[in-house]
């Protein structure tokens, strides 16, 4: 509603465009920012020691005579969660997101500045200036016919 009213849009226009324009992160992308955010503060070591180890990777995990580069051993190992509500959990959720973020650019980025303002482009990017929209009695896509 607040990105609508700061556009002069109608109460029911598309927002995704909006805040593309606005440059501002809609709420989903807010968590999966801050999120990512949190895991590269994780993998700087820029977080207090009460976090130290609390996620090992792949090739920690593995038994030392295993000795192989394995594709994944750079890769957090994911707890087993047999729920999905202990999947949504963040000692679950956070390195499993981590790993499958695919931008490797942004991802070895050591200042956390630069590394916000390149995720938060990146994500802005993700959103469409246009919206392909399937509803179909859409009152943006679709005005009525008025006589």
Known sequence: MAVRIIHGARYNDHTEPLFKAAGVLPVEKLFFYF?????QHYVQNFLPI???DTWALNSH???PEFHMNLRNNDDYDVPFARLVSLERQPFTRLPKLWS??????IKIIRNKLEFNKKLKFFLLNQLRDTIICDRLYCPQCHPPDRL
Do not use: G, I, K, P
């Not at 499958?100 to 650019?105: K, L, Q, R, V």
């Open 100 to 105: 499958e973020f695919e931008n490797e650019n």
């Open 61 to 63: 995990r593995r038994v």
């Open 35 to 39: 999120d990512l955010q949190f895991m």
């Open 50 to 52: 009460a976090f130290t």
